[in-house]
């Protein structure tokens, strides 16, 4: 069974641009989560997604956002990029409301903001 | 605010020694709780989980942790550790509500010496 999957694994911008990741979930799974895990904070939580809708969003600002495709993929979209953005972003996947939240992590998208 | 800590930022041991690393959480009501490990240039990987019944639960790799509800605690224990069980740990809890994310404790480094 193919885990979480996520593209792309390095990305490198500059301040002011835009940063597109992507998260493909485990097969059956309905729930799509992104983490930051930056230097020196640990993992945060950005965004949940459950059956194409945003569930919960953690303390970022609205430059970050997301969404959810009919075939449960997601993005994380970054806007105005500042160099604190620089983070390794997790996605992860669930059953979702359905089901136990054991969550399924993905190996990351490493965003580099020069 | 409520939060994830663990004790301890950076463990080394000796193969053969014992692991113990230290959780503590301050939400109040019923929680899932959760250890993941990263291993050097791997994704986030379950340990192990607590949703409910016996308090004393084990994963894989000979791990297990117990739930101390009255501590407010879910501490992760190996009898003897080998050199492979070098990686950063991280506990996690999750309210068991309808809101499904996940918050992290800052992560513990644990070295072991062959």
């Known amino acids: 069974e193919a885990g979480v999957t996520q593209s792309p694994t390095h990305l490198i911008k500059t301040r002011g641009q835009q940063a597109t990741l992507r998260c493909s979930p485990i097969s059956g799974h309905t729930s799509v989560y992104w983490y930051q895990q930056a230097l020196g904070l640990g993992l945060q939580f950005l965004l949940w997604?459950?059956?194409?809708?945003?569930?919960n969003r953690g303390n970022f600002p609205p430059r970050f956002s997301g969404r959810q495709f009919p075939n449960y993929s997601s993005e994380l979209n970054v806007n105005a990029l500042e160099l604190e953005d620089s983070a390794l972003y997790l996605c992860?996947?669930?059953?979702?409301?359905?089901?136990?939240?054991?969550?399924?992590f993905g190996p990351g998208t490493r965003l580099t903001v020069l | 605010a409520q939060s994830v800590s663990q004790h301890n930022h950076h463990v080394i041991l000796s193969e053969a020694a014992s692991l113990e690393l230290g959780c503590n959480y301050s939400?109040?009501?019923?929680?899932?709780l959760f250890w993941y490990v990263q291993y050097p240039g791997q994704h986030l990987q379950l340990l192990l989980k607590?949703?409910?019944?016996?308090?004393l639960v084990k994963g894989i790799k000979g791990f297990e942790a117990e739930f101390i509800k009255s501590k407010f605690s879910f501490n992760l224990r190996k009898p003897s550790v080998q050199w492979s069980d070098t990686a950063e740990y991280f506990c996690?809890?999750?309210?068991?509500?309808?809101?499904?994310?996940?918050?992290f404790g800052a992560g513990t480094t644990v070295t072991v010496r062959a």
């Open positions: 992860a996947s669930s059953t979702g409301l359905a089901g136990p939240n054991e969550q399924f």
């Open positions: 997604y459950d059956e194409g809708e945003e569930r």
């Open positions: 939400y109040g009501g019923t929680v899932n």
């Open positions: 607590y949703f409910s019944g016996d308090p």
């Open positions: 996690a809890v999750n309210p068991r509500s309808n809101d499904y994310k996940l918050s």
